[in-house]
């Protein structure tokens, strides 16, 4: 059973940073893409960063020159360096694997707070 567990969120002022990490355990097929959403209170679920498997990177308009999102396949883990955070960035984050065979994996999620 494939499990992803994120960790680095909590409480921040505006201005500052956080690092989250997501580790997928358990047996994993081939990981293709691997990716970062948000969901604020009362809103759908926002995409906010992916990496493909050869290191191309894509960002929401939003977070784009703030965050960057990084990998270690080896480890199976994917990382949301964060900078700059706004009031605004506050949500649940929660990260998603999939893999080359249509796997599709998602973490419970981790509190990021920005405070004003």
Avoid at 69 to 78: E, G, L, P
Avoid at 92 to 100: E, K, M
Wanted: charged fraction near 15%; include cysteine; hydrophobic fraction near 30%.
């Amino acid at each position: 059973q494939v499990q992803l567990v994120e960790s680095g969120g909590g409480l921040v002022q505006a201005g500052g940073s956080l690092r989250l990490s997501c580790a997928a355990s358990g047996s994993i097929f081939s990981i293709a893409t691997m990716g970062w959403y948000r969901q604020a209170p009362g809103k759908q679920r926002e995409w906010v960063a992916e990496i493909t498997s050869g290191g191309s990177t894509n960002y929401a308009d939003s977070v784009k020159g703030r965050f960057s999102i990084s990998r270690d396949n080896a480890k199976n883990t994917v990382y949301l360096q964060m900078n700059s955070l706004k009031p605004e960035d506050t949500s649940v984050y929660h990260c998603r694997i999939t893999t080359y065979r249509a796997d599709d994996y998602w973490g419970q999620g981790t509190q990021v707070t920005v405070s004003s």
